[in-house]
T-cell receptor, first 111, second 110 residues
C-alpha cells in the first residue's frame, strides 16, 4: 500500500493564480481531510469528507474548494491564491474512529 | 468547543534525560486521545493513542495515560535519544472531528 500520497511536494504561485493540490489514498478509508500547518498554530482543518460525494467545511475553509468524486481522491483547489495561503498542506485519511494517516505534505509559497 | 492545549516549546534536552510534554484537553463528550510525531520534512505519524479513561498508550519508550479527572494526556519518556528530535502533537478525536495542539518541538543533544 502506498498509503496517502500528495502532489506536488513544493509549489510557488503568484497572487491570483489558481491550482489544485492532489491527494489520494489506497486504504479504502471513508474519511479524508485537508489541514494546513503554520508555525505556532498546529494543524487547522480546512475541509473534510466522510465519503464520496460528501464534503464539509472545517475551521479555515475560506479560499479553498474540495470535491470527492471517488473514495480514493480528495483534491484541494485554491481559486485565487493569496500570500496568506502560504503554508504546508497535509492530506489525511482514516476510518472512524481510528487514527489518521497523513500524506507527506505540500509546501506552498504564494508571492 | 473541543480543544487541546499543549506545552509550548521548544524543549531542549541532553541525551538520556527524562521528557514530559504536557497536554490538556477540553471536550463535551468522550474523546479518543493521540500523540503524533513529525520528523523534519515529513508528515505526522501516530506515536500512541488511548481511547478511554485510564488507558495507557505506549510506543518506542514513550507513554501517556488518559486522565479523565485532570483532562490530561501528558507524554513521557524516561531516557530520550538524539533520534527523538521532532515535533510532537497532542490531538483529540470525537466523531468526525479531530483537533490538534500547536505542537512542541523537541531537540535532543548528544
Amino acid at each position: 500500500n502506498a498509503g496517502v500520497t500528495q502532489t506536488p511536494k513544493f509549489q510557488v504561485l503568484k497572487t491570483g493564480q489558481s491550482m489544485t493540490l492532489q491527494c489520494a489514498q489506497d486504504m479504502n478509508h471513508e474519511y479524508m481531510s485537508w489541514y494546513r500547518q503554520d508555525p505556532g498554530m498546529g494543524l487547522r482543518l480546512i475541509h473534510y469528507s466522510v465519503g464520496a460525494g460528501i464534503t464539509d467545511q472545517g475551521e479555515v475553509p475560506n479560499g479553498y474548494n474540495v470535491s470527492r468524486s471517488t473514495t480514493e481522491d480528495f483534491p484541494l483547489r485554491l481559486l485565487s491564491a493569496a500570500p496568506s495561503q502560504t503554508s504546508v498542506y497535509f492530506c489525511a485519511s482514516r476510518n472512524r474512529p481510528s487514527e489518521q494517516f497523513f500524506g507527506p505534505g505540500t509546501r506552498l509559497t504564494v508571492l | 468547543g473541543d480543544s487541546v492545549t499543549q506545552m509550548e516549546g521548544p524543549v531542549t534536552l541532553s541525551e538520556e534525560a527524562c521528557l514530559t510534554i504536557n497536554c490538556t484537553y477540553t471536550a463535551t463528550g468522550y474523546p479518543s486521545l493521540f500523540w503524533y510525531v513529525q520528523y523534519p520534512g515529513e508528515g505526522l505519524q501516530l506515536l500512541l493513542k488511548a481511547t478511554k479513561a485510564d488507558d495507557k498508550g505506549s510506543n518506542k519508550g514513550f507513554e501517556a495515560t488518559y486522565r479523565k479527572e485532570t483532562t490530561s494526556f501528558h507524554l513521557e519518556k524516561g531516557s530520550v535519544q538524539v533520534s527523538d528530535s521532532a515535533v510532537y502533537f497532542c490531538a483529540l478525536s470525537i466523531g468526525n472531528d479531530m483537533r490538534f495542539g500547536a505542537g512542541t518541538r523537541l531537540t535532543v543533544k548528544p
